[in-house]
């Protein structure tokens, strides 16, 4: 899926990606990953899936989910050592090339790949890959492959996933019909390399010292150049290719110790971006309040970085327990050693009490947290990449982004308990005045006292109250603001309102649920009133005017 991922946005695609998990026997299953991109050149099939190390990607200094270029070709041979069942690739890479069919397995004695079988086939796709490897396995952690599959479509909004599991279907569909800015790579920056790659990079220049520096490293100029020559104690003239290996390291030091700027970071990192973090949580997770920060680009050891981060409350997640942490890196969800994450420990550390959020250690309650480091080096704990080492630098960008993002939960909740105290306030006046006028009318014996002009005085805002008597439910609106109004009254409940004395707009159903919509105009100082037989129940909904110049009241809760 990285690799789909990847090779769809290099081809400026939306990725449209089909997987299925069959099972073929005892502990023996079947995975197929096919793809949309710009598919594979013949040629070059036989290397990319049977020769490890063979798409690395260590030399391009740029953001991107694979880059050891061992995962594909581990699986491959993973499957040639518990299955002995060759690995099918199928790939084309245009509607005027035919689709090449390759049987693959490695090599293992000298790491080369040997093709069992090479043939043209018809494939209905124009261009694209796919990718079939039988293995030894078990669906004991199918959660965790339905997490994996849900969290790589929340941060990848532009990506449509189909999912075949035995004998369940899943879609997780995009959210987003643009095409992600491909990153583009910079050159190494001197901070940021290593002695292996300084070596490797002058062993294959010609150039002088003075050129090699200026021409290969990032936001290095002649003036810097020469300064770590000097340091070196190297000549700005000799061949590059001819030092020795002890000069070599004299060299990196130097560059190393001389002050650079920082490296530039808009076009070899590509990050998620705020409103689609938000479109792409609000798809999976129906939740009450979400938001989302970018944080300004940074660098830690020479190497660029981008933390994002979301927070999400209520709806649908869990009132109790920890909060859900979601951890990615360039894209990739990391699933395990939460523990030992940097993310997690950044979490911990922020005082979450302090935005009304419940905290042992991690916070609790109906909470998301979600957090994507993105960069052209992300520093993993170890080779498994399952979680983002401890670095300052890092670190620090994440709690902001949280703390960022606690202020707003903060403000949101306090709204929140506002309103609902107005509305409590609103339910009072609305039920309980209408009731003591009532009674004192009876006791005086006199006429029943009309109580709206008292709540206009009190309220001041567009008042929508529902109730339900003798079979019969009504709906009022009164329009006690100092202007005219154009609204919509959204009606939910298991009522049809076949019999409404105003029939609405118009009404749908879905599950038993009628969607009652009625539209209208009301004058200031002015009360619509619209009754229908029914159960009442449901929701009352106002749209059309903000939040804070209307109140909706149920007066049968």
């Given at each position: ?20 998990i ?18 594979i ?110 969290y ?11 999912v ?29 390399i ?67 700027p ?11 971006g ?18 989302a ?16 981060a ?12 920890n909060?859900?942490?979601l ?49 052209t080096?992300?520093p ?13 630098e ?106 409404a004395?105003m ?55």
């Amino acid at each position: 899926m990285d690799n789909a991922l990847d090779a769809c946005e290099e081809a400026q695609v939306l990725p449209d990606i089909y997987i299925s998990i069959k099972k073929t026997g005892p502990e023996m299953f079947r995975i197929i990953v096919e793809d949309n991109g710009p598919g594979i050149v013949p040629k070059q099939v036989p290397f990319v899936y049977g020769k490890l190390l063979y798409g690395s990607r260590f030399h391009q200094i740029r953001q991107t989910r694979g880059q050891q270029g061992i995962g594909i070709s581990a699986a491959v041979l993973y499957a040639q050592l518990t299955s002995g069942i060759p690995t099918v690739v199928i790939s084309r890479t245009g509607a005027k090339e035919p689709a090449h069919q390759f049987e693959i397995q490695i090599k293992i004695e000298t790491n080369e790949p040997d093709v069992i079988s090479d043939k043209v086939v018809e494939w209905d796709r124009i261009h694209g890959t796919r990718v079939q490897i039988e293995f030894k396995s078990t669906m004991s952690a199918k959660k965790k492959l339905l997490e994996y599959l849900k969290y790589t479509s929340v941060v990848n909004p532009h990506a449509r996933f189909r999912v075949e599991l035995d004998d369940e279907s899943f879609t997780f569909e995009r959210v987003s019909q643009e095409v992600i800015a491909c990153p583009v790579a910079i050159q190494p920056h001197p901070h940021g390399i290593e002695f292996g790659q300084l070596k490797r990079m002058a062993a294959a220049s010609d150039e002088k010292l003075l050129d090699f520096l200026v021409n290969g490293f990032s936001r290095v100029g002649k003036k810097t150049a020469q300064e770590m020559c000097d340091k070196a104690g190297l000549k700005a003239t000799v061949k590059v290719n001819g030092l020795p290996a002890e000069e070599l390291k004299n060299l990196l030091a130097a560059m190393q110790s001389v002050a650079v700027p920082a490296p530039p970071t808009t076009q070899c990192l590509s990050p998620i971006g705020e409103d689609l973090i938000r479109r792409g949580l609000d798809k999976e997770f129906q939740m009450d309040f979400v938001s989302a920060r970018t944080r300004p680009s940074s660098v830690y050891s020479g190497h660029p970085f981008v933390v994002e981060a979301a927070i999400g409350y209520g709806g649908r997640l869990e009132p109790e327990g920890n909060a859900i942490i979601l951890r990615f890196a360039n894209r990739v969800p990391l699933m395990y050693q939460q523990g030992a994450c940097a993310v997690t420990e950044c979490v911990s550390n922020v005082n979450w009490k302090a935005y009304n959020i419940s905290q042992q250690g991690l916070p609790l309650g109906p909470v998301l947290l979600l957090v994507h480091v993105a960069s052209t080096n992300v520093p993993f704990t170890s080779e498994s990449k399952d979680a983002i080492a401890s670095i300052p630098e890092i670190e620090k960008e994440i709690v902001l982004a949280l703390q960022d993002l606690g202020r707003e939960l903060k403000t949101f909740l306090s709204r929140r308990d506002r309103n609902k105290l107005a509305e409590d306030r609103a339910r009072a006046v609305c039920a309980v005045i209408p009731e003591i006028a009532a009674k004192v009318s009876e006791i005086v014996e006199k006429p029943l006292v009309d109580t709206t002009p008292i709540e206009g005085r009190l309220m001041k805002k567009l008042i929508a109250k529902k109730w339900t008597t003798d079979g019969n439910v009504t709906i009022e609106v009164n329009n006690y603001t100092s202007s005219d109004v154009e609204i919509s009254v959204y009606d939910i409940s298991a009522d049809n309102a076949a019999g409404a004395d105003m029939p609405p707009a118009f009404s749908t159903e879905m599950d038993g649920q009628f969607t009652k919509v009625w539209k209208m105009a009301i004058p200031k100082h002015t009360v619509w009133r619209v009754t229908y037989p029914g159960k009442g129940g449901g929701m009352l909904d106002i749209r059309g005017i903000e939040d804070n110049k209307k109140m909706v009241v149920d007066l049968d809760v």
